[in-house]
């Protein structure tokens, strides 16, 4: 379930960045139906940090270092969006596109090292 939440994680937040670097290719400037993307996204991001949580108490064999790392990866996850949607707000141009595209890469990163860093430290 970790591997498929991580998997999906990163696939949509590709293709929304995927996306709005389209977007910005052509010129536009963020819209409406980029943030209801990022809202879905998010929802998404925060279902695997709920759920990776969850699993930490489920599994608690991991070294506390271990378990600062994915906390510290599923807070990161969390405010990636937020941060990138404030600064595009901002900038209303085909450059809030841009910002939104390396906001959705900079989640699938995050999630990617977030399933890598669950799956090695997994006890037995």
Excluded at 25 to 43: F, N, S
Excluded at 60 to 75: D, H, K, T
Excluded at 77 to 84: A, E, F, K, N, S
Aim: with cysteine; charged share 10%; hydrophobic share 60%.
């Amino acid at each position: 379930m970790i591997v498929g939440l991580t998997l999906a994680v990163l696939v949509l937040a590709l293709a929304w960045a995927l996306w709005c670097a389209v977007s910005a290719a052509l010129g536009q400037a963020p819209t409406i139906r980029h943030r209801i993307g990022l809202l879905v996204l998010e929802a998404v991001a925060l279902v695997q940090a709920l759920v990776l949580v969850v699993g930490l108490f489920v599994e608690p064999a991991r070294s506390g270092g271990a378990v600062l790392e994915i906390v510290g990866y599923l807070l990161a996850t969390l405010v990636v969006l937020p941060i990138g949607a404030a600064l595009a707000h901002g900038e209303r141009t085909r450059y809030g596109s841009i910002v939104l595209a390396v906001a959705g890469v900079t989640l699938a990163v995050l999630s990617l090292r977030t399933g890598q860093v669950w799956t090695v430290t997994r006890a037995g």
